[in-house]
Nanobody, 117 residues
Framework: QVQFVESGGGLVQPGGSLRLSCAVS????????MAWYRQAPGGERELVAR???????NYADAVKGRFTISRDNVKRMMYLQMNSLKLEDTAVYYC???????????WGPGTRVTVSS
């Protein structure tokens, strides 16, 4: 059974920082490409960042230079360090595995990030 459990969200002021965590089980983690997604209120789910099994990364234009995706294959964890947060970063953030740009059919509970002054 594949499970993704996100944590670390919360309320933060513009310009602040948060680190999100994703605990992974049910997959051979070290051979899977992983990604963070987010869904803003009233919006569609969108790709935020991707990290390959080798550690190479890609970011959505909206978060380049501000967010950093990483993974720890021993701990079976993935992280998203978010700096210089903006109001438009407000969303529920999800982690998932990704093959050919397509996430798995399982979505965890997500973790809510609210950026507000």
């Amino acid at each position: 059974q594949v499970q993704f459990v996100e944590s670390g969200g919360g309320l933060v002021q513009p310009g602040g920082s948060l680190r999100l965590s994703c605990a992974v089980s049910g997959i051979i983690f070290d051979i899977e490409h992983m990604a963070w997604y987010r869904q803003a209120p009233g919006g569609e789910r969108e790709l935020v960042a991707r990290i390959s099994r080798y550690g190479s990364t890609n970011y959505a234009d909206a978060v380049k230079g501000r967010f950093t995706i990483s993974r720890d294959n021993v701990k079976r964890m993935m992280y998203l360090q978010m700096n210089s947060l903006k109001l438009e970063d407000t969303a529920v953030y999800y982690c998932n595995r990704q093959n050919g740009g397509i996430p798995s059919n399982y979505w965890g509970p997500g973790t809510r990030v609210t950026v507000s002054s």
